[in-house]
């Protein structure tokens, strides 16, 4: 991405997408600035700016305060295509995930760095990048989600490997971390169940960024204006406007109302039942994390074997 600095706050420059879904996204953002329940769940939006010719929309930087940022794309809704969506489209995105509406969200990529330790030391050297891509997300059974998927964006250092006291705090560390992503994510909900039915958000993703590790393992103090974990919304390409609904039966739950959407028909009800169920499924399996750093079951380190390790001299980007 390209950086830049303003009143000593770094944003980042999102191409804006040709034709109708970049004036789509960029109607969003405009239209989201003034919605004092909407605004502060997508990154800032500074306006439009122009590089090498080209047009962007000029966002917050997610990351900038962190000094090793660990970054997770999921991407919410049981359905990720919209109602211009063609045929050939649906079938597309049905094929990308063939879990999507059972789980709700898919894991789009992860970013994750680790400090380099080399054999019988206790101090690192520098720091790489495990680098997780789309095909990782598209592999996970639903009862992968968690040990495998979500693990990989918080782990935790086996017992057996790392000193008793370092393990202990960064159990801690990542309880603490996991409740304030879990606090964001129920707060997202119930704002979306509030403003929410103004818009339909396919194909929408959270942003989660957290510190990677505790401050006590980096030697540097923390950034007090720098949150535990920052939970955004982002990329909103397909987010629709709704120009009429209908009220949803008070009997129906998100995955009766769910379950009556055909591939290509038009969601009438009064909420965003389609991505609210998504929502609703990270926050639980979020809990389902977050529950294993209070009573851990064991190590929840895994295999390099899902991700691309990054030579630490380069950056991720």
Same mark, same amino acid.
């Given at each position: 991405?390209?950086?830049?600095?303003?009143?000593?706050?770094?944003?980042?420059?999102?191409?804006?997408?040709?034709?109708?879904?970049?004036?789509?996204?960029?109607?969003?953002?405009?239209?989201?600035?003034?919605?004092?329940?909407?605004?502060?769940?997508?990154?800032?939006?500074?306006?439009?700016?122009?590089?090498?010719?080209?047009?962007?929309?000029?966002?917050?930087?997610?990351?900038?305060?962190?000094?090793?940022?660990?970054?997770?794309?999921?991407?919410?809704?049981?359905?990720?295509?919209?109602?211009?969506?063609?045929?050939?489209?649906?079938?597309?995105?049905?094929?990308?995930?063939?879990?999507?509406?059972?789980?709700?969200?898919?894991?789009?990529?992860?970013?994750?760095?680790?400090?380099?330790?080399?054999?019988?030391? +206790?101090?690192?050297?520098?720091?790489?990048?495990?680098?997780?891509?789309?095909?990782?997300?598209?592999?996970?059974?639903?009862?992968?989600?968690?040990?495998?998927?979500?693990?990989?964006?918080?782990? !935790?250092?086996?017992?057996?490997?790392?000193?008793?006291?370092?393990?202990?705090?960064?159990?801690?560390?990542?309880?603490?971390?996991?409740?304030?992503?879990?606090?964001?994510?129920?707060?997202?909900? +119930?704002?979306?169940?509030?403003?929410?039915?103004?818009?339909?958000?396919?194909?929408?993703?959270?942003?989660?960024?957290?510190?990677?590790?505790?401050?006590?393992?980096?030697?540097?103090?923390?950034?007090?204006?720098?949150?535990?974990?920052?939970?955004?919304?982002?990329?909103?390409?397909?987010?629709?406007?709704?120009?009429?609904?209908?009220?949803?039966?008070?009997?129906?739950?998100?995955?009766?109302?769910?379950?009556?959407?055909?591939?290509?028909?038009?969601?009438?009800?009064?909420?965003?039942?389609?991505?609210?169920?998504?929502?609703?499924? !990270?926050?639980?399996?979020?809990?389902?994390?977050?529950?294993?750093?209070?009573?851990?079951?064991?190590?929840?380190?895994?295999?390099?074997?899902?991700?691309?390790?990054?030579?630490?001299?380069?950056?991720?980007?």
């Amino acid at each position: 991405p390209i950086y830049k600095e303003i009143n000593a706050e770094r944003t980042i420059l999102k191409p804006l997408l040709a034709g109708v879904r970049g004036q789509r996204e960029l109607n969003f953002y405009l239209n989201v600035r003034g919605n004092k329940i909407l605004q502060d769940l997508v990154p800032t939006f500074h306006g439009l700016a122009i590089a090498d010719g080209k047009v962007y929309l000029e966002l917050d930087d997610l990351t900038y305060g962190y000094i090793l940022p660990c970054i997770i794309d999921i991407k919410i809704g049981r359905r990720t295509w919209g109602p211009d969506a063609t045929p050939q489209k649906i079938e597309s995105a049905m094929r990308k995930y063939k879990f999507q509406s059972e789980v709700g969200f898919r894991i789009v990529g992860i970013r994750r760095p680790e400090l380099v330790v080399p054999a019988g030391s +206790a101090e690192s050297t520098g720091v790489q990048y495990a680098v997780y891509p789309k095909s990782f997300g598209q592999s996970l059974f639903p009862d992968e989600v968690v040990d495998r998927g979500l693990k990989s964006f918080m782990p !935790l250092e086996p017992k057996k490997t790392s000193a008793a006291q370092r393990y202990h705090e960064e159990r801690l560390y990542l309880d603490d971390v996991s409740r304030s992503v879990i606090e964001q994510l129920q707060s997202m909900s +119930a704002r979306l169940e509030l403003e929410g039915k103004k818009y339909r958000l396919y194909s929408s993703s959270v942003l989660i960024v957290y510190e990677r590790f505790p401050h006590s393992f980096l030697n540097e103090e923390r950034n007090p204006h720098c949150p535990k974990a920052t939970v955004k919304l982002i990329d909103f390409a397909h987010a629709h406007p709704v120009k009429s609904s209908t009220p949803c039966a008070a009997n129906q739950t998100h995955a009766t109302v769910s379950q009556n959407i055909k591939p290509g028909a038009r969601d009438d009800s009064e909420r965003d039942e389609e991505f609210l169920y998504g929502l609703h499924s !990270l926050i639980n399996h979020m809990k389902e994390l977050q529950h294993d750093f209070t009573s851990p079951r064991g190590s929840s380190l895994e295999s390099t074997d899902d991700c691309i390790i990054i030579d630490p001299r380069y950056d991720a980007e």
